[in-house]
């Protein structure tokens, strides 16, 4: 979950950065990936874990098909597909709210309904955590807006890579879309590689699993703390070029 745990740092600041506190403020989220993905799945679990009920995880699609739930997919359901890597299609139905549905690509429609769902669904948030490489890219950009020109999610933090292409990017915040890079956004799990071997060269076995727990605790710390450097610069950054997309400062700040 090292990847996702930048994710969500990253989210927060978003999130905050619009004025929505989320460990004191309900939001909604939008995600591709699926429970059983790494990133998308572990984001679910940390969701939960800081969150709670505030976070309102309102759409999931991934290769099986579709989770919908303007109130927000129950939790608990979602945490025991996370667990048992299943996708969201093993959704229980009796798990649903009223207004809520699971729909497999196999079902009429769900091949449709699965591969619109980040434009079709409204959110705070919107987290590409899987899918195919250019999914929002310059010819279909202007299916992520609503009716009335605004993007369906206002922030996007791209957990997976390349999900949307530079033209997109650019494009999505000239609509005021606020856009957090794969680059910045799903680095930890780089960074945490980094950690791996730095204690591979240090230690030997034995006494790298005599302070493992400590060790992977700390070097959760250090990967928030380093998310959240990144991720409040840059919006100090946004902030002093108005006119210049995060996604252009991010590459600049790497």
Known sequence: ???SEGVNVFLEVALKSVG????????TVKITGGPDGDVAGNMIRILNRD???????VAIADGSGVGEDPDGLDHTELLRLFTEALPIAAFNPKMLGTHGT???????GGVMLRNTLHNRVKADAFVPGGGRPATINEGNWRDYLTKDGKPSAPIIVEGANLFLTP????????AGCLIFKDSSANKCGVICSSYE???SMLLDEQSFMAIKDQFVEEVLEKLRALARSEA?????????HPHTPLTELSTELS
């Open 51 to 57: 969150y709670g009920k505030n976070a309102r995880i």
């Open 20 to 27: 929505i506190d989320p460990r004191k403020q309900p939001f």
């Open 1 to 3: 979950g090292v990847t």
């Open 102 to 108: 699971v729909v497999p690509v196999d079902a009429p």
């Open 167 to 174: 033209e997109a990017r650019r494009e999505l915040f000239k």
């Open 232 to 240: 409040e610069l840059l919006m100090a950054e946004g902030r002093r």
């Open 197 to 199: 071997i730095g204690a």
